[in-house]
């Protein structure tokens, strides 16, 4: 058996050589994407959130059959691509005809 002194600056430097060739030589990873996976689960406060409506909301779509759930242990989960359907389907929209000069107490523009 033969037994090789090196100095440890030398091999420091040569490990050094090394790293920096792998990195070089190795393939670029994948970009990451801020999409979540299709089959991520989101809780109840996420998807309200994420739907702009209250939890309580989130709870009556569950049980009208709106929202397909999932139950784990006590806690219900949606799937992020049920809740982006969801989205797609219950967009809010104005009410028609009211303005913020025919509220309730509030006067009405006269025509002269």
């Not at 709870?59 to 784990?72: A, D, F, M, P, V």
């Amino acid at each position: 058996m033969q037994v090789i002194v090196v100095d440890y600056a030398q091999m420091l430097e040569d490990m050094r050589a090394i790293c920096r060739h792998e990195f070089r030589s190795a393939p670029a990873a994948a970009p990451a994407h801020n999409t979540p996976p299709a089959d991520e689960l989101l809780s109840i406060r996420e998807a309200a959130e994420m739907l702009g409506v209250t939890v309580q909301t989130v709870h009556e779509w569950k049980r009208r059959g709106l929202l397909k759930y999932h139950k784990l242990g006590s806690r219900s989960y949606l799937k992020h691509t049920d809740v982006l359907s969801a989205l797609q389907g219950h967009q809010r929209s104005e009410k028609p005809g009211k303005s913020a000069t025919t509220r309730k107490g509030s006067q009405r523009p006269t025509v002269a």
